[in-house]
């Protein structure tokens, strides 16, 4: 898996790219915790699910179905809470979006089975062709150590600097519009 500060740092860029849409910036925090949570699937480990099994680890909760179902539960429950009529949509692509990022930066590592993206149908697991980035290691005192600060490294150069560009393009393009609409 990469680490939870790649997948965060993903969540908020997509939620850069979606601020000139009628995304609340207070939803930005449920996209970081979308960008997390698929990892979720690791206690069952706990319950003895082996990690090839549909339910293991990386299986449906890295999935497009399980992001789906997530943010349309996501969506419908925060209508209901602050009841957010007119960006539903949105927020559901949003919330997807940061969801499914999970899998794809775990398609890019090293290490595992793979990402499967088409579970509960296919438990095929999938890499992407390119994978730079290192696993971390296990652990908050391991991920600062040297092998830590190796994973640190790559994430930087393979995830940070093109989320920076994702950024950058997003903000520049979001301000000629607006600087055109005004």
């Not at 549909?54 to 999935?63: A, L």
């Not at 179905?65 to 949509?89: C, D, I, K, N, P």
Request: aromatic content about 14%; some cysteine.
């Amino acid at each position: 898996m990469a680490s939870a500060f790649a997948h965060i740092g993903s969540a908020v860029v997509i939620g850069a790219v979606f601020s000139h849409q009628a995304l609340p910036r207070r939803f930005w925090s449920l996209g970081a915790l979308c960008s997390v949570l698929p990892d979720l699937d690791v206690i069952g480990f706990l319950w003895g699910i082996p990690y090839a099994h549909v339910m293991g680890h990386r299986g449906f909760t890295h999935s497009l179905a399980f992001a789906a179902l997530w943010s349309g539960l996501l969506v419908t429950m925060l209508r209901y809470a602050y009841e957010e009529r007119g960006a539903g949509l949105t927020l559901f692509l949003y919330f997807f979006l940061c969801t499914v990022s999970h899998g794809v930066l775990d398609a890019m590592t090293d290490a595992g089975l793979g990402v499967a993206f088409f579970a509960p149908w296919d438990n095929e697991r999938y890499f992407l062709p390119w994978r730079p980035l290192k696993v971390p290691p296990i652990g908050i005192h391991a991920f600062f150590s040297r092998c830590g600060l190796v994973v640190i490294g790559s994430e930087l150069l393979w995830v940070g600097v093109p989320l920076v560009l994702i950024a950058v393009v997003g903000v520049t393009l979001h301000r000629k519009r607006n600087s055109r609409r005004g």
